[in-house]
């Protein structure tokens, strides 16, 4: 079972910026599908981004397009970058991977430990 681990999370100002990083165990294969969800509390797990690993436009939630950008970093790394960070961004941010391309969470069977995201307003 590959290991997923978050970084980069934190607390910021309205309108700052944070990139969070997503490292897996082993290399991400061609065949998988990368995504960052996030969840607030009291809230479900929500959808922020996917990307098909082996090529292809990402998905964004309509609430963080034009703000957040995924991408690959390294062979093993996805990583979300977040500008014009609103109070509601606040979250924790998790990390996943699966092999289809759904913006459903019962997609993804790894997952990281998550990363706490704060924007103060």
């Known amino acids: 079972q590959v290991q997923l681990v978050e970084s980069g999370g934190g607390s910021v100002p309205a309108g700052g910026s944070l990139r969070l990083s997503c490292t897996a165990s082993?290399?991400?294969?061609?065949?998988?599908?990368m995504a960052w969800f996030r969840q607030a509390p009291g809230m479900e797990r929500e959808f922020v981004a996917l990307?098909?690993?082996?090529?292809?436009?990402p998905l964004l939630a309509d609430s963080v397009k034009g703000r957040f950008t995924i991408s690959k970093h390294s062979v093993d790394t996805v990583s979300l970058q977040m500008s014009d960070l609103k109070a509601e961004d606040t979250a924790v941010y998790y990390c996943?991977?699966?092999?289809?391309?759904?913006?459903?969470?019962?997609?993804?069977?790894?997952w990281g430990q998550g990363t706490q995201v704060t924007v103060a307003s």
């Open positions: 082993r290399r991400i294969y061609s065949s998988a599908v």
């Open positions: 996943a991977m699966g092999s289809q391309y759904d913006t459903s969470h019962r997609a993804y069977s790894s």
């Open positions: 990307l098909r690993w082996r090529g292809g436009n």
